[in-house]
């Protein structure tokens, strides 16, 4: 698997005043903290004993001491001991008895101190909790609403793993914000689509909704290493050990040929969005390659309850680290509104705010944009048009593995793809939504597949976000700047965040693959019959991007991405009849 894991080293800096929207009421130093595990309805691991969740609780001792009950701020990450959380790949500690000392990102050190409780969750047979990971699938999802359960005094937790005294949630008013990146994001949507009583609203970061596209691209299977322990090691010792027979299930269900199953269908998130009875506030990078958009455009389409989205052109990036001031404001009046029925006017405010330019922020009613328009282009041997080219009109190029869409959509001659562009535009154009495309084709082998990438060629200055050169668009800083209150054993105070910008003279803004042979269903694959023409169409990722007068807009059509697919081991010549392949993107202006 192609991905990049990365560690940011943390370094001593000057800080700057603490950013608060009100003034603090709780002492955080005096916090109480302590762990609960809370047992699950399963034995996944096979080793005699319910599951159990371990939960790091931190909340104010004041309304403890008088007997008031707080909302609570929960986080369910399999990084807690493996990899860290945000920018600055942050662990949980704990004090020589065992207590949590250290709780990863500012939310316990902004939140508790407003009189929240933060409860951080280890994943199941992560860390310290019991069990094994389900993949996003039923399980996971039903041990997140487990804990939001425990919440609300509707399900058991102890003082220890095994055995122990039961711990009760006597403190809590059962009002619950559930936020999340990546995978703890993925989480949190799954939670939700449980419509488990309790949990009132989700802030996911660039969270998944539909795992299929992330293992696979129309029948096209990626060839991703089927582990859930590594690169990085996410499960404990322990679960390593007993956890090896749940995870060769789920490889089997899985399965490596591409094939939509019953295993994609029960993480698929927004065929369950009717379930949804949480607010949800989300944010998503265009250019994410980890988690992409399409997890967003899907999810946000299916969703009917209160929502609010971030959109921006940068990578796997939190907003933390891209608007810092205006984000952490957003989530705490976010937060306020659905967990202490605060009557403060965000749900009011415009449902998007989104970046079409290096730190350009504009705020919109809707997405995508209602005035675009479906416009479709055909190849034709002089470039990309409105118009389709004359029957017989083929072209003919030769799978190359070893490259990928980065070299494909170069302004060069190759044999290896196949490349189209319109005329200069006459006037801005704005690609809002998500576009699809339709390709016809022949193989010379039996097994072939396709790649397309849309490209705005001419030069800008943007994001520098590909996550293999940068860190999702931004530059992390020497200094620091503190949000909310410090502890010994945990800073408030995190490392500055500037854009990051590069100049190019052209940007992919939408891609798409598929494995030919998947042509008629997704359910199964055929062979295919050299020598005769296919026809598939499917979407490309989600796009808002600006093509400015002056530019081209350019499709590309290859065979096996090197950065998203191993080699299948064959390369067969593509015959592409461009009288039958066409691009439509959805389009304003």
Known sequence: MRSLWVAVCTAIAVTTPVHQAQASTYSYENAIRETAW??????????????????????????AASGEKVPVLMDISPYYACCGRGNEAQKKTYDADGRPAGFPLYYDNYFVPKGYAVVLVDMSGTNRSTGCMDRGGPHDVAAGAQVVNWLNGRARAYTRPFGGEPVGAGWSTGAVGIWGKSH???????????????????????????????????GAWRGYEQTDAGPPQLYNERAMRLCAPFTEELNRQEGTDGDWNRYWQERYYPGKADRVRASVFVTQGFGDYAVSASNFSLWWRALRVPRKAWLFQGGHVDPFDLRRADYVSTVERWFDRWLRGAD?????????????????????????????????????????????????????????????????????????????????????????????????????????????????????????????????????????????????????CYLDTETATTTVDREIVATGWADLGHHATLRHGLPLDPGRFYTMSFDLSPLDHVVPAGHRIGLVIGGTDYWEFLDPGRRPTLTVDLARTSLTLPAVG
């Not at 047992?39 to 004993?49: I, T, Y």
């Not at 799954?190 to 293992?215: C, E, H, M, P, Q």
């Not at 939504?433 to 396709?450: D, E, F, L, N, Y």
Request: with cysteine; glycine share 10%; hydrophobic share 35%.
């Open 344 to 492: 403060n006017g965000v749900d009011r405010e415009p449902a998007v705010t989104i970046e079409h330019a290096p730190g350009q922020w504009s705020d919109a009613r809707a997405w995508p944009a209602p005035a675009a328009r479906p416009r479709t282009w055909w190849p034709r041997p002089e470039g990309l048009s409105t118009s389709r080219p004359e029957a017989p009109a083929q072209a003919t190029f030769h799978d190359n593995p070893d490259i990928g869409r980065f070299e494909w959509v170069k302004d060069e001659p190759s044999d290896n793809r196949l490349l189209y562009k319109t005329e200069p535009l006459a006037t801005e154009t704005r690609l809002s939504g998500t576009g699809r495309v339709t390709v016809t084709m022949k193989s010379s082998t039996p097994i072939a597949r396709v790649g397309v990438a849309v490209v705005d060629y001419g030069p800008a200055t943007i994001r520098d976000y590909v996550e293999i050169t940068g860190q999702g668009g931004i530059r992390t800083l020497t200094t620091r700047s503190c949000w909310g209150e410090s502890s010994g054993a945990d800073s408030a």
């Open 184 to 218: 703890d994001g993925w989480l949190a949507n799954g939670i939700a689509t449980t419509g488990v009583r309790g949990l009132k609203t989700v802030v996911s970061i660039a969270g998944n909704t539909d795992i299929y596209r992330t293992f696979n691209a129309n």
């Open 38 to 63: 809370v047992e699950l309805d399963v034995d996944l691991d096979r080793d005699g004993h319910r599951d159990r969740l371990a939960a790091d609780v931190i909340r104010p001792s004041e309304p």
